[in-house]
């Protein structure tokens, strides 16, 4: 996740800011726009193809 999110600096603000929200077994993406949020979806969607990791998005 690191790796992906290396040059990525989006994030939103709801009085802080906000670019990534991990759970126990969850990753929440979040974007300030359709093309940001895009953006870090294709990042994730390569390191998984890197690495061989296999997610399951709902």
Known sequence: MQEA???HHTSVSIG???S???FAD???LVGG???ELQDLTYRIYKIT???MIK????
């Open 5 to 7: 999110l290396r040059d």
């Open 49 to 51: 193809i890197t690495y």
């Open 55 to 58: 997610v399951r998005s709902k």
């Open 26 to 28: 969850d990753i929440d």
């Open 16 to 18: 802080r800011s906000i």
């Open 33 to 35: 726009t359709s093309s």
């Open 20 to 22: 990534i929200l991990k």
